[in-house]
């Protein structure tokens, strides 16, 4: 099958809770704010005709199938990220090839199309190694988002000053300066739910200002990346 990929923008499925574990949050709680403010950002890109690829935890699609589903049904592609663990950097190669292969097969279980990328949690265009590129390409993977590795296709998040456009440096810097750090370096931008939640902890860091943006950024057409298909066997 050959599966469209739209590089338009990257957004990891995250919480809150996944960026501050140590709030002791209920998991019904976090659930629900992924759940309000994926769908929120789901229907500013329906209302500007943008798509994106949302990277999900495998404990994600088990727990909000329907989530999982409206992502698709919204026309954005379905990166796999890891099953529960948030540093797959720190895990061991044939760990992260069990989390990931988890996640497709969670996907697959909603006979929706299995991903061929896999996305870091938190992408930050970090080096992944030798055996960890061999990990998922075990696992199927085909391209990389957010992080680097020989070996295997890779997309990088655009950067400001090397500053890659994710998480606070995303939420802060201006419309325009964003749109000409992606202009010809041909990276992409990446948002979480987390940085258009104004209510979420930690002092704000600029997601008030990001929410209010977000439909400047869109309207203007950010997108800067290459349009590509990956063709998958079968």
């Known amino acids: 099958m050959r599966w469209p990929i739209l590089d338009v923008l990257l957004v990891p499925g995250v919480d809150w809770a996944d960026y501050f574990p140590a709030t002791g949050a209920a998991k019904p709680r ?15 890109f329906r209302a500007y005709s943008v798509t994106a690829t949302v990277g999900v935890f495998g404990e994600t699609v088990r727990q909000e199938p329907e989530l999982v589903l409206a992502i698709h049904a919204a026309g954005c592609e379905i990166a796999a990220m890891t099953d529960t663990a948030r540093d797959p950097w720190t895990i061991p190669p044939g760990a992260l090839r069990d989390e990931v292969e988890a996640v497709i097969s969670a996907i697959s279980e909603l006979d929706l199309p299995s991903p061929v ?12 190694s030798a055996a960890h590129v ?52 041909g990276g992409v931008l990446c948002l979480t739910p987390v940085d258009i939640d104004p ?3 930690g002092g704000g860091w600029g997601r008030g200002a990001c929410l209010r943006r977000l439909p400047r950024l869109l309207g203007d057409g950010f997108v800067a990346a290459e349009r590509r298909a990956i063709d998958v066997a079968g």
């Open 30 to 44: 976090h659930v629900a704010r992924l759940t309000a403010n994926l769908s929120f950002l789901l229907e500013r």
């Open 117 to 128: 990328r896999f996305m870091p949690p938190f992408p930050s265009n970090q080096q992944l």
């Open 134 to 185: 061999a990990a998922l390409r075990e696992a199927g993977i085909q391209q990389a988002l957010g992080c680097r590795g020989e070996g295997i296709d890779s997309l990088p998040l655009s950067t400001l000053f090397d500053w890659p456009l994710a998480g606070t440096v995303a939420r802060l810097v201006p419309v325009w300066l964003t749109r000409r750090a992606l202009g010809p370096a």
């Open 199 to 201: 209510g979420a902890p």
